[in-house]
């Protein structure tokens, strides 16, 4: 089928950030609602998202959700501060619309966002990692998203980089996940420690912009904590890329990646060690949407 235009649907904790977005990436039209807490109350909020989009050049709509997505049954298993889990969701949607419906895990959806229309277009191998309050990755292998037998993704947040280290975030039983060390949260509990209880991530970016020597070594024990993961990745995916976004990781970029890269070259073996690049992500906020709008496109190519 061909569809010139889809809509992609950021489905956030606070946010719901839909679009109508071209086979190229580009966000034509945006629009934007509170994400609300009950399960009832989502759907009216997604279809009225949806509907407010919804026009003739429309040929499918895509959603990226904060939780695994079992690809072959269109439900999710559970999702992240949203009333969602155990629905069939695609099936909702499709039924709700009558259009093909594509479903995907946010951080896939983002790095499928980055490697199409973004930092890293053009490349076949790439790990993408999204450095806010948790982490959110995806990987891209042989150009084409990897999303393991049921589809759910990869949930790079959750290896072990520290055995029988710090206790995970949320639902997660772990310990030493990566996650727990490398996020904005992980940076505000650190400079809270350091700073006193007022202070957060952000001032701790800030002291380091400053010259503050106890704020740089936070960032760049982060970073090495970072390193830790992005090694053992390159092990195993062979990434020619890996690119760095979210919030956390884009303002803190200068103190925290150098020290990454380094702890990451250490750990990774040749031809890796040399071959994957660092680079920062490009479209920001909007990766979500996009990557929900080419998941649509998806549909349509596999139809
Ligand atoms: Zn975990």
Same mark, same amino acid.
């Given at each position: 089928?061909?569809?010139?235009? %889809?809509?992609?649907?950021?489905? $956030?904790?606070?946010k719901i950030l839909a679009g109508v977005v071209?086979?190229?990436?580009?966000?034509?039209?945006?629009?934007?609602?509170?994400?609300?807490?009950?399960?009832?109350?989502?759907?009216?909020?997604l279809d009225a998202a949806v509907e407010e989009l919804l026009t003739d050049e429309v040929a499918a709509i895509g959603f990226g959700i904060p939780g695994p997505v079992n690809q072959l049954t269109g439900q999710i298993f559970e999702a992240v501060n949203t009333p969602i889990a155990d629905t069939d969701f695609r099936?909702?949607?499709?039924?709700?619309? $009558?259009?093909?419906?594509?479903?995907?895990?946010? %951080?896939?959806?983002?790095?499928?966002a980055e490697w199409k229309a973004g930092a890293a277009r053009g490349y076949d191998d790439v790990v993408m990692l999204t450095l806010g309050t948790g982490l959110g990755g995806g990987v891209?292998? $042989?150009g084409k998203p990897f999303r393991g037998s049921t589809g759910a993704g990869?949930?790079?947040?959750?290896?072990?980089?520290?055995?029988?280290?710090?206790?995970?975030?949320?639902?997660?039983?772990?310990?030493?996940?990566?996650?727990?060390?490398?996020?904005?949260?992980?940076?505000?509990?650190?400079?809270?420690?350091?700073?006193?209880?007022?202070?957060? %991530?952000?001032?701790?970016?800030r002291l380091a912009n400053e010259g503050d020597a106890t704020a740089r070594e936070i960032l760049a024990d982060i970073g090495r904590h970072l390193g830790s993961g992005m090694g053992s990745f390159a092990n195993i995916f062979e990434p020619q890329l890996v690119v760095i976004g979210g919030g956390f990781g884009m303002a803190a970029w200068e103190w925290v990646i150098p020290s990454a890269e380094e702890i990451m070259r250490?750990?990774?073996?040749?031809?890796?060690?040399?071959?994957?690049?660092v680079v920062r992500a490009e479209l920001g906020t909007a990766a979500g949407l996009i990557g929900a709008g080419f998941v649509a496109f998806e549909t349509l190519d596999a139809a």
């Amino acid at each position: 089928m061909s569809g010139t235009h %889809a809509i992609g649907v950021d489905l $956030g904790g606070t946010k719901i950030l839909a679009g109508v977005v071209t086979r190229d990436g580009e966000v034509v039209r945006r629009h934007e609602r509170a994400t609300p807490h009950t399960q009832e109350a989502l759907f009216v909020e997604l279809d009225a998202a949806v509907e407010e989009l919804l026009t003739d050049e429309v040929a499918a709509i895509g959603f990226g959700i904060p939780g695994p997505v079992n690809q072959l049954t269109g439900q999710i298993f559970e999702a992240v501060n949203t009333p969602i889990a155990d629905t069939d969701f695609r099936g909702r949607m499709r039924g709700r619309f $009558g259009l093909p419906v594509g479903l995907d895990n946010d %951080a896939n959806a983002a790095a499928i966002a980055e490697w199409k229309a973004g930092a890293a277009r053009g490349y076949d191998d790439v790990v993408m990692l999204t450095l806010g309050t948790g982490l959110g990755g995806g990987v891209i292998i $042989g150009g084409k998203p990897f999303r393991g037998s049921t589809g759910a993704g990869v949930e790079l947040g959750h290896v072990v980089i520290v055995h029988d280290g710090r206790p995970c975030q949320g639902q997660c039983t772990g310990r030493g996940h990566l996650e727990a060390y490398v996020t904005g949260v992980a940076a505000t509990a650190a400079a809270q420690e350091a700073f006193g209880p007022a202070a957060d %991530a952000h001032r701790l970016v800030r002291l380091a912009n400053e010259g503050d020597a106890t704020a740089r070594e936070i960032l760049a024990d982060i970073g090495r904590h970072l390193g830790s993961g992005m090694g053992s990745f390159a092990n195993i995916f062979e990434p020619q890329l890996v690119v760095i976004g979210g919030g956390f990781g884009m303002a803190a970029w200068e103190w925290v990646i150098p020290s990454a890269e380094e702890i990451m070259r250490r750990e990774a073996l040749r031809p890796m060690r040399d071959e994957a690049k660092v680079v920062r992500a490009e479209l920001g906020t909007a990766a979500g949407l996009i990557g929900a709008g080419f998941v649509a496109f998806e549909t349509l190519d596999a139809a």
